[in-house]
Every structure is written in C-alpha cells, then in structure tokens.
C-alpha cells in the first residue's frame, strides 16, 4: 500500500512500520492479553513500556544521568506555565522571542514571575534570529524555542549563555525538532518538547530537567505539574498517558534502527537543501526566513499570488501530498518534513512545485 | 480468540470491537490516508471526529445545552488543582471526604481556596457515605466524588444540594462510573472524568461543565487549563490528546450499539448483584462496605488471610482473570466491572473464587 506523504506540522506523520506494530499489537501486547491502552500503569507490562521508552530516549539524545526525564501532559502551551511554575522562583525571566511560540510562552510566564523580552525579532517579521540579547542581571533562567515551527526559524548551534556572561540555565522548547539533531546538554537546563511533532502521538510532552533545578516550585504549581512530585513518581503520579508512551517508544526503537539522531540529522540536512534550494533556485516561490536560520523541520513558503493558494493544495492532495497549508497568522504554504518524512516525499514535493509554476508563472 | 478479562481499575479493558475497529483504521482512517495520530487537530477529518465524539457524548449522558464538553489533558488529579483555579474565585470550598480520592482533592485545592471538608467517613475507614454534612454559609462549590475506585464506595443518588439549603454548584468527580448510570444534571454544576476507566485511554479528561460557571478563573489559571480559553477553543487552544478522542469516541459508539446508559446501567447492576451476592453469601470473602453504597464499579474483597493473596492472584492469572490486586492503601483484592466487562466474566472470576475458597476455606 502506497500512502500519501502528509506534511502537516502537527499531530504529524508517523513511520509506517510503527503504525504497523501498533496495529498488529492492538488486542495483545506480547502474548499479555490485553491492549496497551488497556493495563495498568502501574503493572509490570507496562511498566517494562515505559523503562524501555526513557532508556531508548536517553540513548539516542545521549542525556546525562543527572538529567530527569519525565513524560508529562498539557503540550508545550501548557509547559508555558508549567516552567515558570517550577523555575522562576518568582524571580526574573529572560525570553528571547523568535516567532509565535517564543512570544506565547513570554505571555503566558508573565502570570508567574517578571518576565522580559531580551530579544525579538519581531519587527523584522520573525525572519531571523536577534544578534543582540540583553540579558538580565540575574534571570532565574532564559528561555528560548530552539524550532518556530510556524515561522520556520530555527537556532542551528545552541546559544552558550556562559560565554555571554549569563550563569542563568537554559530553558529550550524544542517540540518541532527535538530527535532531529543533537543536543548539547552541557548548555542545558532545561528541554521540553511535545510529542505531536517527532516522538509520537498529541498527548504526550517530554520534559527532560537538569536534577538541581527540581525541587523549586511555586506553592500554586499544581501537585501533577510539580517536576519534583514527578520525578519522584517516576512520571507515575498521575495515570501517564500510557498508549501515548508506548507509541513514542516505538518510534524511539524506530530511530534507533534507522541509526539514530546522526542519522536523522543527515537526512534533514538533505531534506531541506532540497526544498529550500528548489525554492531559492525557482524565483517563482519564496521563503522569506534568513538563510542561516531557516529551519530543517518546517518551511513556510508563498507563491506569488494568494488566489493561486487554493489550486495548488487541490492539486496536492489530488497527489497525495497532504496538509501543506501555512499556518494562519502567515499564510501561504508550509511543509513539515519531520523525521518520518522520507527524501522521496519532499522530492515529490519539489516536483509538484516545479510543475505547478510552470503552468501557473 | 478468546481474550481474558481483565479487571484493572484503570486504565482498564476496552470493548474488544473498539479495539479491533482501532487496529483496522490505525494506518488509513476512512480512505484518509492517515492514521488518526498523524492528523492535524484543525484539519476537517479530526474536526469531524471530535465534532462526533461531542455529539455522541451528550446523547448518551443526555448533557443539556447550556454546559459545555471540554476534552482536556491531566486526569483527575490535575483536576484537582483545575477545578478550584477555575471555580474557587479564592472563596471556600466545602468537601464531602468519602475516600482516597475525595481527599486528594480536598488537599491540592487548600492551595488555591479555603478548603473545607464538610463530612467525611475517614472514622469508618471509608466504608459508607457520612449522613451528616456541615455545609459552609456561601461555599463557591461543593465537592463530591460519586465513585471512590479505590474503597469502592458510591453515590446511589446524586445529593440535591437545594435540599440541604445550599445554592452552592455541586462538583462531581466521576471518573470511575462515567457512562454506567444516567446524571442528574439538575443537581450539577461540573462533571469530571479521567478516560481511562469507562471511557478510553488514559491521557483524556472531560470536564462537562454549566456555561454560567465558566470564565471566573483565578489569574494563576494556566491558559490551557482555563476552562474559557478551553470552550471558546472548541478544546482546541492546545493540541488535544487526538487518538485518545478518537478511541473514546469508538467507545460512545458502542456504548450507543449496546443500547446506550440506561442498558449500562441495567448491566452494572446485574454484574454488581452476582459479586456481591457471592460474596456476602461465601462466609469466607469479605467487602466491608455499607451494602447501600456499595459501587457497581469497583469492589474491593479480602480473603480471611492475607497470606493467601499471591496464591489467589497466581490462580486467577492461569485462568486468564487479571489485574486483581487491591489498591496498596486498602490491601487485599479488587475487582474493577466497568462497561466493558461483559456478565460472563464476572460469573468466571465468581466461579473461580468458589473453587478457590473451597480449596483453601
């Protein structure tokens, strides 16, 4: 069976041999009996699922033992909150805002402690990242979104905060390219991402958190959000979102077949020089974003007309190319070419777009 | 294939046609081309799942159109925290502690209001619901849980707080009997309910809840959580737990084959009957609950020697009867017959509880 390739930017494709194994083990784990999404979270089933899950994980984003990794709920919006929650201490908070998820998580911290702007980029459309940060004095940490997945932005070396001067850690939303790069833990404190994107299935948010930094929470941080409650839960302290889990680890084992992070990240380097080296080179489409930050995993693109925005999506899907209309505080296009998307479906892609401006330039 | 009945308390057993129909759909959702994992959550295919899932929701619960059906992330135990950030308005809140859970929720919400516990059965180690309530002049709610998993205790009617003099909103935690009796919603302000005991997989909560009640939440309310944001968002202001909707919503459908509450109802019942009814008639297992709140759901028993669990657990597990174990705070055995534990299964652990008395009494 061919499937059609989905560029959607998330919930978003998934390898097809995990959602053959996931079909295939729908009624009986391993000759349990039961559906995964049928066993106690606190069972011995699934909790050899979920050891398996953190082990793969730490392996393939090679995270340091003094690092918790905890499955939580709530997606990065409801992180938002949750980090202040934990590490603000009430104190000041420096955000570098990039594109609309920076500046959603630089409001919504503003309920918990003095959050400031020391960047944007928004007054140039969100194009680029700033050169310049005004760091605080003391933040309790300094926030950034490593991957705009709407605006396409994307940091290609994490800033090191020491060499600017700054002991504070760094708080990285990661969701829309966690698993498809390394990460240097030693700038760090903090990574979150939600699952929807790379890992897995919506419902699902990893946060991985140096160990020193739990055990902070403000006294309204709800008991289920609380890193320390659940780190000390082993992510048990509220029934996880187990089938979620489960998915998620089948891609880890997934990705670890197809030779892990490396891997994933030489195909995303092809990936996009392929698209982004199509556009540039059609003069007909345009990505506006910087090129020395545009992001591997999500390409926002415009055709010279809005009024031909339509035919070329009816003409997508009618090719099996699936959910390539941008996000609607851009507009136009974007193609998410995650780690499930193979190189065929962005060269697909491309000669879609080629045909198309050829009958339409 | 014969599959075994498994008694979780959750996340527990699933119809076995919704499983089937899961597997059957998980790589092409109605000649989509896509698993629903892989959806967009704004997309017309998951807007329609959801939209149905909403649809069916109602009808089976008969909600009336002035409360709203929220699908949220975190479970009982964000709720917890959610329901007093929404509702308290920082006032007093009046609690009925009738086990485990009820006073898990009396103690996170004493972060955010002043938490009162109006009655509680603690003295009775939770083996009945107390007669007498001290209900506070104004409270802003008053909290109940109508099925206390762990001690097994429930609410045959709903209290009618205007009865007691109260104008106070009733909350509901009913997680753990959702969809297995009809709700009196002239007595409800809010409804909430953990998926993963008559619903589906863990990861989804609903919260139901009266149009008037909504939009006073405290400023610490996490954006995600506030229930507004949440129903003026259609559930959609962060990515929801999209399969988990999806697989509650096959759940509604077949609770809708099977002839829909009331039918759940009559079966809970029937299956009620004949495990208590050999219970109380063995002389030798015990359930130390007062028979008229006894739950239909959940039913906790103890054999006269502890030292005899393993070898009961080992036994019931050969004949394919699993999940078994008591909760660890009350020791023992429980039985978890939720919907999708069909009458046969209740007469085979029935038949395996006689044997093994006989073996052992």
């Known amino acids: 069976m061919k499937r059609p390739y989905n560029f959607s930017a998330g919930p978003a494709a998934l390898p097809q041999e995990v959602l053959e194994q996931a079909a295939a083990e729908m009624l009986d784990w391993h000759g349990s009996g039961m559906s995964v999404m049928e066993m106690s979270h606190r069972g011995r089933e699934f909790m050899s699922i979920r050891d ?10 090679d995270v340091p033992s003094h690092y918790h990794v905890l499955f939580m709920q709530g997606g990065g919006i ?28 630089y409001k919504e911290a503003k309920r918990y402690c003095r959050a400031r702007v020391a960047a944007s980029s928004e007054a140039d459309g969100y194009t680029r990242i700033p050169a310049q940060w005004q760091l605080s004095e003391r933040p309790s940490y300094v926030h950034v979104c490593t991957n705009e997945t709407i605006h396409g932005v994307e940091f290609q070396e994490l ?26 833990w030693s700038r760090v404190g903090l990574a979150f991402a939600g699952a929807q994107k790379n890992i897995g299935p919506a419902g699902l948010t990893l946060v991985i958190v140096r160990e020193d930094l739990v055990g902070h929470a403000l006294e309204i941080c709800p008991s289920a959000f609380d890193y320390k409650t659940v780190a000390e839960n082993h992510s ?10 489960y998915t998620a680890g089948l ?3 997934w990705l670890k077949r197809q030779g892990g992070v490396a891997e994933m990240e030489r195909r995303a380097r092809a990936k ?3 698209l982004y080296g199509y556009i540039d080179a059609s003069g ?32 997508a899907k009618e090719r099996g190319l699936l959910q390539l209309k941008g996000h609607k505080s851009v507009g136009g296009m974007r193609a998410s070419i995650y780690n499930a998307m193979p190189l065929e479906g962005v060269q697909a892609l491309v000669d879609y777009m080629r045909e198309f ?5």
């Open 236 to 245: 048990m302290y509220n029934t996880p979102p187990t089938y979620a889990i």
């Open 78 to 105: 409801a992180e938002n909150a949750i980090v202040p929650l934990n590490l603000s201490r009430g104190g000041t908070v420096d955000f570098v805002v990039t594109g609309g998820w920076s500046a959603k998580s």
């Open 284 to 315: 007909w489409y345009v990505n506006k974003v910087d090129p020395t930050c545009r992001s591997r995993m999500n390409v926002p693109f415009f055709l010279p007309d809005d009024r031909l925005n339509e035919a070329f999506l009816a003409g």
């Open 52 to 61: 398996q899950a953190e082990t793969d994980l730490r392996e393939l984003l």
């Open 251 to 253: 891609v880890f084992q």
């Open 357 to 361: 401006a050829a009958r339409h330039g």
């Open 159 to 184: 800033p090191d905060l020491k060499a600017l001067g700054c002991d504070a850690p760094l708080v990285i939303d990661c969701s829309s390219h966690i698993a498809s790069r390394p990460i240097d």
């Open 272 to 274: 996009a020089e392929l």
